[in-house]
């Protein structure tokens, strides 16, 4: 070893020595370099070194080497050694040192520290002969140790996944073990109260061992059924004693705890014809639920009522969105490079009062970090550091002026914020069941008013005309979305209120698909000016009524309710929306066509040839009579089109479905909402340079002047590149029987005061 003297000193201490064992390293072994360790004979000087991974065939040692071993000692760095094989007494091998920690670790019943071992043995080195073996006996080991340890549900996964990854092994004891497992889970979900999750575990571990028959299974079927029957006995002794709010829940307890209970379906539909709640008239069923959608009003009515966002829009001021910091409030600096954020627990509810500025500086960091399922790149370009100035105050620093900081941040608040589970409601509802076109939302908690209702029960009607029915009819209690004609006509109701959200909603027709004429912007503004806006607006959904905002727009933002009004600040009013004009229509979509041809000739390829326009709407009346006037105008234009009707609470086709959609965004909040809607990950997925950079000088806009100038800009360009077709603007209006009190006006989402909802 006189060779290796020459290495520095530290390298010396930790890598090799010239006499001695080296030092037991624990866990820390695996922050080391990969490494082999040479042991060498007292006779050739003794000693030991780490060295780089020795290049043997196989991994395997020669039964009878001879010659010269050559080696690396880690830390000499461009430095070979050698040594022959007989002054070599020992080598000890990576992996099998790897396999002795963890060996040793099983066998100690420390398997929390045997699993990094043998995760990098399973990685590394899959094909070792003994490790499916040690794997198995790995699991069942860890399995006993919890199971004795009263970790249930812990014991249960270790047992089903040596059960997944080797079926053979001892496989009558480890289904016994499952079945006594699953049995004890079973009993202390029932005793707490758990029946929900136990019938679903109950479902799953007769679907996963059907073929089985685990006792547990056959015992608990019974149990349930048992319990099912005295659910249903109360509800209906509660019924006869006219206790319908307890009726309800022991019917569905009831069905819950055994969904094929005969009757038990019956029961609950007769219970709730007579157990007080709100019906809520809608168009559109939500089947996804997110606050801050722009895409779609279902998603973004139900979501509100579920979900808690960190900013919330409330309206429009003069400068852009108001929004409702829900955790406290807010302040920024007058040069608008500093957002403060300062937290009020104390005048807080639970469980927003269990936030703190620790927390919420994590998931602001988050959404600037590629990475996070949260990121967001216009926060990420915005923000260069934040910081924490106790529990209660996060300070934002931002790369340049931001003249709303707080519309980059509306985050959805779920259950995982409160240690609850990732996606879980945060509003004072949840979902309870789907039935048909029926949705119900109950009460997530005691109500502190009798009179708040217990039940929000959503009800979709096929077209308008039918919902405003039912709304005088009293069958319905409240009407999420009127037709503009319908809301005119029920304001001289006397039993019925009628209110309009003070935000527009912008209609467009935004391609899809690579079609290759839709593709095409000279066929694009051909189809523009095949489409009568006007007659379609005034005459099929304002039937020939004047609602003031409603009109004809020439780009993707509002336009306002009236002139100079604030809300319409990226929309550039010089800029007229194109006319109805069906010749120059025919034209265009003839110049498109001759053009693609000559370029097709020219590079020798086969003429692009026209294919039926499909046009996708949401499954609601007012987007199917719009597109169905649109299709009957591009008829006209000698154009095959078919119509798509998108799946309930649908607002986007799948790819391949369609080529254009009609699209009614909530664009309230421009400088943020144009690349939502534009950018190349957004609801247009466009591709263009100039749309690119209107979006990006948008983005880096110091002020109010810059940002109306840009998106002035940004309205022109999408002007000619036409990256979505506008149509129209629409008021929406809601409307609701005077008995429900606490609705409130100039609410941009019918739930925004649902916890406020109370039946006189």
Known sequence: MPC?????????????????????????????????????????????????????????????????????????????????????????????????????????????????????????????????????????????????????????????????????YKRSDVLKAISGTTNQIMERLVSEGKLDLAQKLLARIEKDYADERLASIDKWNAEFLRMATAKRKEALAALEQKDYRRARVFARESVYLKPSIEGGNELIKKIDQIYPLVNVGVLQSATVFEPTRIDNWASRRAGRLLYRSMFEIQGAGPEGGEYDFIFGETDISPDRMTFDLFLEQEKLDAPLNQINAFFLADIMSARAQPNKQVYFPPWAASIIGIGLDGPKHVECKLRRPHVLPQSLLQLTVDASWFGGKKGGPTGDYRQDVVEGNLTRFTLAEKPKVETKPREIVEVRVDSASKAVSMLLQGELDVLDQLFPADAIRLKKSRNVRVSTYPLPTVHMLVPCSDHVFVANKTFRRGLLYGISREDILKGE??????????????????????????????YDQSIEPRRYEPSLAKLLATVAGNQMRMDAERKKLEPPKMTPIRLAFPADNLSRVACEAIRSQWLMMDLEV??????????????????????????????????????????????????????????????????????????????????????????????????????GNDIVSLYQNAENWRLD
């Open 4 to 168: 290796l003297v020459q290495g520095d000193a530290n390298a010396q201490a930790i890598n090799y020595a010239e006499s001695g064992q080296p030092d037991p390293v624990g866990l820390e072994l695996l922050q080391e370099e990969p490494h082999d360790i040479l042991f060498f004979t007292e006779k050739s000087g003794g000693g030991w070194a780490k060295v780089r991974l020795l290049e043997l065939p196989g991994r395997k040692l020669p039964a009878k080497p001879t010659g010269m071993l050559k080696f690396q000692v880690i830390d000499i760095e461009a430095k070979y050694f050698a040594a022959k094989w007989n002054e070599i007494e020992k080598v000890d091998l990576w992996e099998i040192r790897l396999e002795r920690e963890t060996k040793e670790r099983i066998a100690n019943g420390d398997f929390t520290g045997a699993y990094p071992f043998l995760s990098v043995l399973i990685r590394d080195y899959p094909n070792r002969p003994g490790l499916r073996e040690m794997r198995c006996d790995y699991l069942w080991r860890d399995a006993i140790s919890r199971a004795r340890k009263g970790s249930r549900g812990a014991t249960l996964a270790m047992l089903e996944e040596l059960r997944r990854y080797a079926p053979e």
């Open 541 to 570: 959904l304002l039937e020939q009524m004047e609602l003031e905002g409603c009109r004809v727009i020439s780009g993707p933002f509002p336009a306002g309710m009236e002139m100079n009004d604030p809300l319409g600040y990226a």
């Open 642 to 743: 078919e119509l798509v009707q998108l799946p309930i609470g649908r607002t986007y086709p799948d790819e391949g479905t369609a080529d254009i959609v009609y699209v009614a965004a909530a664009v309230w909040e421009p400088i943020i909402d144009a690349r939502r809607l534009l950018g190349p990950e957004g609801l247009a997925r466009s591709e263009s340079q100039m749309v690119g950079l209107g979006l990006r000088r948008l983005e880096e806009a110091k002020n109010w002047k810059e940002v109306r100038d840009r998106l002035l800009d940004l309205h022109s360009i999408t002007h000619h590149e036409l990256p979505i077709m506008p149509l129209w603007q629409l008021v929406d209006s809601y409307a609701y029987r005077r008995q429900l009190v606490g609705v």
